[in-house]
Antibody
Framework: QVQLVESGGGVVQPGRSLRLSCAAS????????MHWVRQAPGKGLEWVAT????????YYVESVKGRFTISRDNSKNTLYLQMNSLRAEDTAVYYC???????????????WGQGTMVTVSS | DIQMTQSPSSLSASVGDRVTITCRAS??????LGWYQQIPGKAPKRLIY???NLQSGVPSRFSGSGSGTEFTLTISSLQPEDFATYYC?????????FGQGTKVEIK
């Protein structure tokens, strides 16, 4: 079944670290750019980071630059988000996201994980 | 950075109503825009890609239009399952940016 499954969320104190994982059950994972998107409680969607298909290019929203690192292991079909120096304002549901996955008929679909909650609180 | 201004932030409508939601980009983004629907507690789901192309499997009552800086999502006849929050997303440049969202509620 084609799916993305996040893990690694939880409750963490301010200043601490957490690593999120996103396991992709898709073929040709190593040909797709991947994204992390978050949603604070009761708020809208916010794009967080993007990594190119081979991991060579990365982009971040300004508020996480220098603190978060997106990475991937194509041998494991897994996307990561290393989050350091966490702040209360990082509290959110984090989704991994593939904007255009192509099926066998070359139709493009978006794929989202179910989301993993990160709570930063003392 | 490209700002996406979405309006209205919320609206109340009845089943069968025609609903229009607008996203305005702070600079031209060609047609590099998608529309997403999010039901509470669920991940978003794309309805429209390339500003005006209906995602496979999405009902034809949804349509998108626009190019450059002005974009519109229209629901031609609102159904009970359409009560949700809608977002636009520009993928023309980084940082990617979402509109603030439009919550469609039952009147």
């Amino acid at each position: 079944q084609v799916q993305l499954v996040e893990s690694g969320g939880g409750v963490v104190q301010p200043g601490r670290s957490l690593r999120l994982s996103c396991a992709a059950s898709i073929s040709m994972f190593n040909t797709y750019g991947m994204h992390w998107v978050r949603q604070a409680p009761g708020k809208g969607l916010e794009w967080v980071a993007t990594i190119s298909y081979d991991g060579s290019t990365k982009y971040y929203v300004e508020s996480v630059k220098g603190r978060f690192t997106i990475s991937r292991d194509n041998s494991k079909n897994t996307l990561y988000l290393q989050m350091n120096s966490l702040r209360a304002e990082d509290t959110a549901v984090y989704y991994c996201f593939l904007r255009n996955f192509y099926d066998s008929l070359r139709r493009a679909f978006d794929l989202w994980g179910q989301g993993t909650m990160v709570t930063v609180s003392s | 950075d490209i700002q996406m201004t979405q309006s209205p932030s919320s609206l109340s409508a009845s089943v069968g109503d025609r609903v229009t939601i607008t996203c305005r980009a702070s600079q031209g983004i060609r047609n590099d825009l998608g529309w997403y629907q999010q039901i509470p507690g669920k991940a978003p789901k794309r309805l429209i890609y390339g500003a005006s192309n209906l995602q496979s499997g999405v009902p034809s009552r949804f349509s998108g239009s626009g190019s450059g800086t002005e974009f519109t999502l229209t629901i031609s006849s609102l159904q009970p399952e359409d009560f949700a929050t809608y977002y636009c997303l520009q993928h023309n440049s980084y940082p990617r940016t979402f509109g603030q969202g439009t919550k469609v509620e039952i009147k």
